[in-house]
């Protein structure tokens, strides 16, 4: 999923990865475009956040001609936001 830029849409970042759908976003200045990054980062996917629309189109295609890593996603996204603090809903899991 590509992720719009300037204000990004959570919700729809978060049923993405739920659904194993990896997701490329750029991070600005502004809270709301900063809301997926932070998703992102929580599931281990720092490297798919861009920092300028250059970086967000390399990473994007990047990942499309990456059919292994998207599949290694697929497989693994739904537990990776279990496992993160987006999946801990009760607030019991201490923080790292």
């Known amino acids: 999923?590509?992720?719009?830029?300037?204000?990004?849409?959570?919700?729809?970042?978060?049923?993405?990865?739920?659904?194993?759908v990896p997701v490329v976003t750029m991070a600005g200045v502004a809270p709301a475009s900063r809301q997926v990054a932070a998703i992102l980062a929580s599931v281990g996917l720092d490297d798919l956040v861009a920092r300028?629309?250059?970086?967000?189109?390399?990473?994007?295609?990047?990942?499309?001609?990456?059919?292994?890593?998207?599949?290694?996603?697929?497989?693994?996204?739904?537990?990776?936001?279990?496992a993160s603090p987006l999946g801990d809903g009760a607030g019991t899991r201490p923080r790292s």
């Open 52 to 82: 300028t629309p250059r970086e967000y189109a390399a990473l994007a295609s990047a990942l499309a001609r990456d059919a292994a890593r998207r599949g290694a996603l697929r497989l693994s996204l739904r537990a990776r936001m279990r």
């Open 1 to 20: 999923m590509l992720d719009p830029f300037p204000a990004g849409d959570a919700h729809a970042a978060c049923a993405a990865l739920w659904m194993g």
